[in-house]
């Protein structure tokens, strides 16, 4: 609720009026209300004659529709900050925008011989050469085997994501791909892809985000790519049909992704099931995930450490699950 009005009158009819006075007088932006239903239920005959039934609302079906005032202010404002994210969309002007000079890259310099690598050269073999030659089964035992820590880097993720995001172009990740692939050489995976790179690619840059991932992948042989895969969502923010999963998926495995971590906002596990499926058939990686908020060791929650010690064990035993997440 933003805020609550309320009127007052010595009869019905002129509290009524003093409302829909209050309502048209008032100036928010920003953000959808439900003032323009209120003045049509406020200016409906039945309602005037203060004859309304309790399902009024449903048997009328004109009440929605609705006349929104005229806001030019807000328009301007619309129109405004459109332009600044996103560029103008003028015929010819719409397109990557032109650099007065190359992207300044810093040196990447051996440790061992002080000197300049050169980034341009073959870079030195990755875990997905080992994924490749060995298959997710064994990848999977050797991350769980091996002793050290593993680096998951989320740079390029972020790059998608952030404000900054509608300004990262392909060609800006490829500018930094040689020398990523050599000082990363040793990550266990590059978290570089997801829902938000469609919405990035095609509305804000007009890039095909299919074209990006093979681009990338090209770059950056040597490295896994990881992205982040909603359970039964997708990339998307609700349920998808199961063979919608199953076949972007497969287009995500054949452009270049390599490890999905998978999660449910809700831990739920049907719904992380389909996600985890789509991982295995597609013959990806499926690094299986948990979500949780709060302080999870204060005593009485409902979502303590044992709830999340219990998730993991559930996710283990999950019948498709063959190898689970080595950091569930």
């Excluded at 570089?192 to 985000?209: I, K, N, Q, S, Y």
Aim: charged fraction near 25%; proline fraction near 5%.
């Amino acid at each position: 609720m933003l805020v609550k009005c309320s009127t007052s009158g010595s009869n019905y009819e002129i509290a009524r009026r003093k409302m829909i006075r209050s309502l048209v007088e008032f100036r928010i932006r920003g953000v959808k209300t439900n003032i323009p239903f209120l003045l049509a239920l406020l200016t409906h005959p039945i309602f005037i004659g203060g004859d309304c039934w309790t399902t009024f609302i449903d048997d009328t079906p004109e009440l929605f529709e609705m006349v929104s005032s005229k806001n030019r202010a807000q328009k301007l404002l619309a129109y405004l900050a459109d332009l600044c994210v996103n560029g103008s969309s003028i015929k010819g002007q719409i397109g990557a925008p032109k650099l007065h000079e190359e992207a300044a890259i810093p040196a990447l310099i051996d440790t061992k011989t002080g000197e300049a690598v050169d980034v341009y050269k073959q870079p030195p073999a990755g875990w997905r050469q080992f994924l490749l030659k060995h298959g997710a089964d064994e990848f999977a035992k050797q991350v769980r085997n091996f002793d050290g820590c593993l680096v998951m880097d989320t740079t390029w993720r972020d790059a998608h994501q952030s404000l900054l995001a509608t300004r990262v172009r392909t060609i800006d990740l490829l500018n930094i791909a040689p020398t990523t692939a050599h000082a990363f050489s040793g990550a266990f995976a590059l978290e570089c892809w997801g829902g938000a790179t469609f919405d990035v690619a095609m509305r804000f840059l007009h890039e095909d985000p299919w074209d990006r991932l093979r681009k990338m992948r090209a770059a950056v042989p040597n490295i896994p790519f990881q992205m982040l895969l909603r359970g039964a969502n997708g990339v998307a923010y609700s349920s998808l049909p199961d063979n919608a999963i199953d076949h972007f998926v497969k287009q995500a495995k054949d452009n270049g992704v390599d490890i999905f971590r998978v999660f449910d906002a809700l831990n739920d596990l049907e719904q992380l099931k389909v996600g985890v499926d789509a991982v295995k058939k597609a013959g990806g990686v499926v690094e299986s995930t948990i979500c949780y908020s709060g302080d999870m060791l204060k005593p009485g929650k409902k979502y303590n450490l044992e709830y999340y010690l219990e998730t993991v064990d559930a996710i283990r035993t999950l019948p498709t699950i063959a190898n689970p997440c080595p950091y569930p």
